[in-house]
């Protein structure tokens, strides 16, 4: 079977999307437990921002990946 870049970018994208949802989860719990530090709280977003980011992107190209 042939190399299908757009798949490896999909599979690539939704792997980091789950690591970013990973890593929210546990800062979320940190932050309700009163773990975190305080310059950790506005990352939460970032990192789910991130997650969305790359779970958009992992479906656009899958979709390519269709199209070839």
Same mark, same amino acid.
């Given at each position: 079977m042939a190399?299908?870049?757009a798949t490896y970018y999909a599979n &690539?994208?939704?792997?980091e999307a789950w =690591?970013?949802? &990973?890593a %929210? $989860? =546990?800062?979320k719990a940190r932050i309700e437990?009163?773990?975190a530090y305080d310059w950790e709280i506005p990352r939460l977003e970032y990192h /789910? &921002? +991130?997650a969305?980011? $790359? *779970? $958009?992107?992992? /479906?656009? *190209? $899958?979709? +390519? %990946? &269709?199209m070839k």
């Open positions: 190399f299908n870049s &690539k994208s939704s792997r =690591e970013s949802l &990973k %929210a $989860r =546990e800062l437990s009163g773990t /789910v &921002k +991130i969305r980011l $790359r *779970m $958009r992107s992992s /479906v656009n *190209m $899958r979709r +390519i %990946a &269709k």
